[in-house]
């Protein structure tokens, strides 16, 4: 199965941008639906975007809509995540995650992912 790994996370001021990437390694890419979830102390996994093996369908919490874009390269076996217009509200841990196109479920719970990234962290200062 796919291992996941992270990266890009740091530390930016409110309104600034990052680019989080997360590289895979193992497996067939392209069998995977991607998505992107955060962690920040205390709450609950929330969904943040996701992105379908073709990456034609991409998807988005209304908490990131118009500021984040998620976008993949299969051949580089790589997904991203564009962040914009950064808030404090957004510092988390965030963490890529994989599961099978031809899974059911759906795309925003993370019980239905099979693969996770350890996670890189994103503080934003107000």
């Known amino acids: 199965q796919v291992q996941l790994v992270e990266s890009g996370g740091g530390l930016v001021q409110a309104g600034g941008s990052l680019r989080l990437s997360c590289a895979a390694s193992?497996?067939?890419?392209?069998?995977?639906?991607m998505g992107w979830f955060r962690q920040a102390p205390g709450k609950e996994r929330e969904f943040i975007a996701a992105i379908s093996w073709s990456g034609i369908r991409t998807y988005y919490a209304d908490s990131v809509k118009g500021r984040f874009t998620i976008s993949r390269d299969n051949a580089k076996n790589m997904v991203y995540l564009e962040m914009n217009s950064l808030k404090p509200e957004d510092t988390a841990d965030y963490h890529c995650a994989a599961k099978f196109a031809s899974a059911s479920g759906t795309i925003w719970s993370p019980d239905d992912y099979i693969k996770w990234g350890p996670g890189t962290q994103v503080t934003v200062s107000s």
């Open positions: 193992g497996g067939t890419f392209s069998d995977y639906v």
